[in-house]
């Protein structure tokens, strides 16, 4: 018996403790958006969102937005509306990493006027994703657009 009470007196002097650390090893949620930098006539727009939940705390998704605005021209190039598209997860646990959204997008294109198309132009991309810990963003730019000799008429 003695043995076993000096044994447990040595155990809890060197630090020994069968409690769990209360700290979390986590502590951000970022948001990633990865697509190609320059689309021309007939590519789709794709882009896929990845968010990184390093919080110590499940996050609920509830929707995807793309705002596109121009930047720049050599002719009569004009962003897309802005669109919000259902996540494809709506939970995201603690220290877990989720594709939230894959967007592919209808082909770039020109008015019927302006067809066939000979213009660049650059546009900015925001992107956001709506969860219960607040919007996470990311903006990319200049995303180029190609459309010399473009045939692909806007629906």
């Given amino acids: 018996m ?10 809890a002097a ?6 769990p650390p209360d700290a979390c090893p986590y502590d951000s949620i970022t948001l990633d958006v990865t697509g190609p930098d320059t689309f021309r006539c007939h590519d789709p727009f794709r882009a896929t969102f990845t968010v990184s939940n390093m919080s110590c705390q499940s996050i609920e998704v509830t929707s995807v937005e793309i705002v596109p605005s121009l930047i720049t021209s050599t002719g009569s190039c004009a962003a897309s509306a802005p669109s919000t598209y259902p996540p ?39 992107f956001s994703v709506i969860t219960s810990a607040g919007t996470l963003t990311e903006t990319v730019s200049p995303v180029h657009i190609e ?3 473009c045939d692909v008429i806007c629906p």
């Fill in 2 to 11: 003695r043995w076993a009470l000096a044994l447990l007196a040595f155990a």
């Fill in 14 to 19: 060197c630090g020994h403790d069968a409690s």
């Fill in 88 to 126: 494809l997860v709506s939970t995201i646990a603690p220290g877990k990493i989720a594709v939230v959204a894959n967007v592919t997008g209808s082909p770039f294109c020109c008015a019927p006027a302006a067809c066939p198309a000979d213009y660049e132009c650059d546009e900015k991309y925001d």
């Fill in 147 to 149: 459309l010399p000799g």
